[in-house]
């Protein structure tokens, strides 16, 4: 998911802010995602004898470790966006949008009117993004400690 309006476009800069805002504070996978692209470019460009030498278990011909890193990251930007948009959209990926859109057709488009919407929608997925976070804190030190 990652966003809570998933394919619906902005209808103003204000809600594109948020939304940028709230992509913000999800798990960043940049840095995993570059690795993965650096290693497949590796494999794809090693030349034949190199090729052969994975055959004798002589360097590797994979990217396993930084697919499943970037994989990892992925689902846990998945989670964090699911469990900010059921804390803070009503659990519709769509909500956060729905209700700016009866703001401003209530008030004639007044985007300065509806800006308690977003920024109490961005309000609480900091608080549920830092509380996520926490939690997933715990729960790695108590796995760790056994």
Known sequence: MGCPVMGSSP??????????KFAALLPQCEDEEVQLHTCRNRVASASSFTQKLWGFGIGRGHCAEEASRFSDCAAKKEAVSVHITKACAGGDHRGIAVAYD???AANENNATACAPVLQGFLDCARQEAQRYQKRVNVTAAATKSQ
């Open 102 to 104: 009866k703001c401003l």
């Open 11 to 20: 209808k103003s800069k204000e809600l594109g802010d948020a939304l940028k």
